[in-house]
């Protein structure tokens, strides 16, 4: 089916709105560790290393509070308008989402990976998640600077996939315990691995798409 410009918007607005509703939930969820302690909300079951790791906390909050520059910053990328109209603003942003995310949201989740709950199968979900999170988005600001700007494209779809597996973890966790009540830890290593695979899934195909045409 060939979809219109109609089809084209509003797909564009949904996935706006899908993006605004889930980022406010986000915010919600940042807003908990604010001030920061060391038992806000997810570290109560993470005393262990708040009391045995002097690097734990500030790497768990530089983490948690740069997520949201990430959702924010990596969604305007994909703005035709930006783009065309606007080209330093999508610059600046663009900017801002590397930086944030290859100098401390990707090595602090790489940190916080290592010493994840649910073992080693959870543990290695997460770190394969920041490594790949953080080598996409390098080899996108390399594509750019070599005006590689294709190539530059399908790096910022992978990255932002990823990404958005902040969200996506979220809302996997949501519907396993609502619908399938596992026990806190099984839900633990399933979204650990469910949260961002089938986004990369998704940004392949995306990837594969656009190179189809």
């Not at 564009?12 to 560790?33: D, H, N, P, V, W």
């Not at 708040?50 to 500030?58: F, G």
């Not at 080598?135 to 005006?147: D, G, W």
Request: with cysteine.
């Amino acid at each position: 089916m060939q979809l219109t410009k109609k089809h084209k918007t509003t797909a564009q607005f949904l996935a706006l709105a899908l993006l605004g509703f889930f980022s406010f939930l986000m915010l919600e969820i940042t807003l908990r560790y604010i001030p920061a302690s060391t038992r806000a909300s997810f570290l109560q079951i993470k005393q262990t290393e708040v009391e045995n790791l002097w690097y734990y906390l500030p790497v768990f909050y530089t983490h948690v509070y740069t997520s949201m520059f990430c959702l924010v910053a990596g969604f305007t990328q994909f703005s035709r308008y930006l783009l065309r109209e606007h080209r330093s603003v999508h610059r600046i942003t663009g900017y801002v989402y590397v930086l944030v995310v290859l100098f401390f949201s990707a090595p602090t989740g790489f940190i916080m990976g290592i010493h994840a709950n649910g073992g080693g199968l959870a543990i290695f979900f997460f770190i394969t998640l920041s490594v790949l999170w953080w080598a996409f988005t390098l080899r996108a600001v390399m594509a750019a600077r070599q005006q590689q700007f294709r190539e530059h494209r399908f790096m910022m779809i992978r990255s932002y996939a990823l990404t958005l597996s902040a969200i996506t973890l979220r809302l996997w966790k949501w519907i396993l315990v609502q619908f399938f009540h596992p026990s806190p830890m099984d839900v633990y290593v399933i979204v650990a691995g469910l949260g961002w695979i089938p986004n990369w899934l998704v940004a392949e195909y995306i990837i594969y798409k656009i190179k189809s045409k």
